[in-house]
């Protein structure tokens, strides 16, 4: 074990000694000359000022100026006169004693190029593109236009690819390596879950009352290649989802989602015989914020009628929590943060079942790389995981 620990705090020196070289700014930040925490407190994590700033097409209205766009006399044409783009990475290193290599470099873990940006008045767009996730080439995650403010009203059009748990909890913008594993787990051989899918979604906000409105239509098997007649659905079903949050002053929101679906599948070429699923997630979920703790829960149940997609049906129903609390002593200036973090699958197929409880700690090296050490344990399985890393953007 102490050998393990030599290593594993020789390896986190390395990555360190790397990224200290590494400082800049990203693409928003750059053009229009804020502070990364101005949005982030730490990023990527958004602050309210950041979710306004996202809900908006990543515009300042009020800082949008004529030279930063070339229009070549045409009132219809913005073209970014910079192309905005940013890169983020992340490195870790790990000591799980689930897995098969116990002790293990995973540098760099990920490399994402990222831009986005206006492309018109109201209208913004954001993608990303994993150049290397785990090793390998992911391909595009988040890509899409955004339409602000449509008809002069408070709805807001989003057409792409996003994930489809984004209005609950927004897995890319979290503090800690371990996952909310609810949102991204697959049962039996279903194609769905509340992870990447491509469709619309559109956000209503009634600002008398507070309540924030969401729908969502989609796909419903993920990402999924095209097929060889460029069908990016793999049936002739789409997945429908819907939220509801109401604010309680400033510090609590409490809301719910439903989400419902079905998908189909064949077992032969010449598609003799088919099976079909309906699938259907619900729960509640709430934030509360007060003072320099911000506390999230998810309860989400979900339920299929035909698990396996097979001709003999199986029922089958599976319970997901996610409570995240974090403590950051001095708010949003804190270089400090503290994370815990619980997550819980209880499935009638055990093999789904999942439990674990995270400790995280994250130090701002500098205002756009941040260290952070970690400690989860497996309850199910009685294993622990250390995990040492930096993340950084520029």
């Not at 006399?73 to 098969?100: C, E, H, K, T």
């Not at 999924?224 to 109401?246: H, L, M």
């Not at 609590?252 to 989400?259: A, E, M, N, R, V």
């Not at 130090?363 to 199910?380: C, H, K, V």
Request: with cysteine.
């Amino acid at each position: 074990m102490r050998a393990k620990g030599v290593a594993l705090l020789s390896a986190l020196l390395f990555v360190l000694f790397i990224f200290e070289q590494a400082g800049a700014v990203p693409a928003f930040a750059r053009r229009y000359k804020l502070s990364c925490s101005t949005c982030h407190a730490p990023f990527p994590k958004l602050k309210p000022y950041g979710d306004d700033f996202a809900g908006a097409g990543f515009i300042l209205k009020e800082e949008e100026k004529e030279r930063d766009y070339i229009s070549a006399g045409d009132d219809l044409l913005w073209l970014n006169r910079i192309f905005p783009v940013s890169v983020r990475l992340d490195a870790y290193a790990m000591y799980d004693q689930d897995a098969d290599v116990d002790m293990d470099l995973q540098i760099p873990w990920g490399l994402k190029l990222m831009s986005g940006g206006a492309l018109y008045k109201n209208i913004g767009y954001y993608f990303y593109f994993y150049m290397s996730e785990r090793g390998e080439v992911a391909g595009i995650e988040d890509a899409y236009v955004h339409f602000d403010n449509v008809f002069g009203s408070n709805l807001d059009i989003m057409v792409g690819q996003f994930q489809t748990s984004d209005p609950l909890m927004k897995r890319e913008l979290r503090l800690t390596f371990e996952d909310y594993v609810i949102y991204k787990q697959r049962f039996g051989n279903s194609a769905t879950n509340l992870a990447y899918d491509r469709g619309i979604m559109l956000v209503y906000g009634i600002e008398k009352t507070g309540t924030d409105l969401v729908g969502f239509i989609v796909n419903g098997n993920g990402k999924a290649e095209a097929d060889s007649d460029r069908k990016f659905d793999q049936d002739g079903y789409k997945n429908f989802g819907f939220r509801i949050a109401q604010s309680v002053g400033d510090f609590l929101s409490i809301g719910g989602f439903y989400c419902s679906g079905k998908e189909e599948r064949s077992w032969f070429a010449d598609e003799e015989l088919t099976a079909g699923n309906t699938l259907t997630y619900y729960g509640p979920d709430l934030n509360l914020s007060i003072g320099p703790v911000e506390l999230t829960a998810q309860y989400l149940m979900r339920e299929d009628d035909n698990i396996w997609i097979t001709t003999e049906a199986e029922k089958a129903k599976g319970r997901g929590v996610v409570v995240e609390a974090i403590y950051a002593p001095q708010l949003d200036k804190s270089r400090y943060l503290f994370t815990v973090l619980y997550n819980q699958i209880n499935h009638d197929y055990d093999i789904y079942d999942y439990e674990t409880a995270t400790l995280s700690a994250t130090y701002l090296l500098a205002r756009n790389l941040r260290l952070i050490a970690e400690y989860t344990r497996d309850l199910n399985k009685d294993t622990n995981r250390f995990t040492l890393g930096t993340v950084t953007a520029f």
